[in-house]
């Protein structure tokens, strides 16, 4: 079956430290994009990428990176410089980076700081 | 600037009455619409979308949404609440030619038996 998987479903972090999030998409989609949740605050983007090798900057990309060196794969790294991480974090995929194609989204990684 | 507003961050229905869940949006051309749905620890599921078609939409599970440029709304509906309705529900625009969604900050449904 086609679809997104986001590892580790849970994953506690020591404050200082970085940790990378997985995230793999078997639909054959070219834009990936990663969004946080925050209780009250919906979703807000992180990054994006429409394309292997390229991706965007979202409205909260201070703290994290990301790389998009294959087509199915888009990690996120929460590096120590990023104030308050403690959130749900959502994976999503769209046959194309525009309006039309509703992002198709993985089942979200909880990473809590210690 | 886009932004979607979601009226009312808690929503409570009796099981069998009719479910109303609103969301407006600020754009100045008409964008792109989205409703979702989200399970508890779960991803967001899709229900529907308007892509400047028919107004009224239609979605999974009984749920339908009409667009009405006239309010800038695209309000969510179900003539009768199941249990299993209980969930998140998230109110999301595209403006034409963006690359990404722009959210709402969503609303909680909660159904009484």
């Known amino acids: 079956d086609g679809g997104i998987t986001q590892s580790p479903k849970y994953l506690f972090r020591k404050e200082g430290q970085n940790v990378t999030l997985s995230c793999e998409q078997n639909l054959n989609h070219d834009a990936m994009y990663w969004y946080r949740q925050d209780p009250g605050q919906g979703l807000r983007l992180i990054y994006y990428s429409q394309i292997v090798n390229d991706f965007q900057k979202g409205d909260i990309a201070e703290g994290y990176s990301v790389s998009r060196e294959k087509k199915e794969s888009f990690p996120l790294t929460v590096t120590s410089a990023q104030k308050n991480p403690t959130a749900f974090y959502l994976c999503?995929?769209?046959?194309?980076?525009?309006?039309?194609?509703?992002?198709?989204f993985g089942p979200g990684t909880r990473l809590t700081v210690l | 600037a886009q932004s979607v507003t979601q009226l009312g961050s808690h929503v409570s229905v009796s099981e069998g009455a009719l479910v109303l869940l609103r969301c407006n949006y600020s754009s100045s051309v008409p964008p792109y619409l989205f409703w979702y749905v989200q399970y508890p620890n779960q991803g967001l599921q899709l229900l529907l979308k308007?892509?400047?078609?028919?107004?009224l939409v239609k979605g999974i599970n009984g749920f339908e949404a009409e667009f009405k440029k006239s309010e800038t709304s695209f309000h969510l509906t179900k003539p009768s609440a199941h249990m299993s309705d209980a969930a998140e529900y998230f109110c999301?625009?595209?403006?034409?030619?963006?690359?990404?969604?722009?959210f709402g900050t969503g609303t909680r449904l909660t159904v009484i038996p």
């Open positions: 999503a995929s769209s046959v194309q980076g525009t309006g039309t194609a509703s992002p198709f």
């Open positions: 308007y892509t400047s078609a028919a107004t």
């Open positions: 999301a625009v595209s403006p034409p030619g963006a690359n990404n969604l722009f």
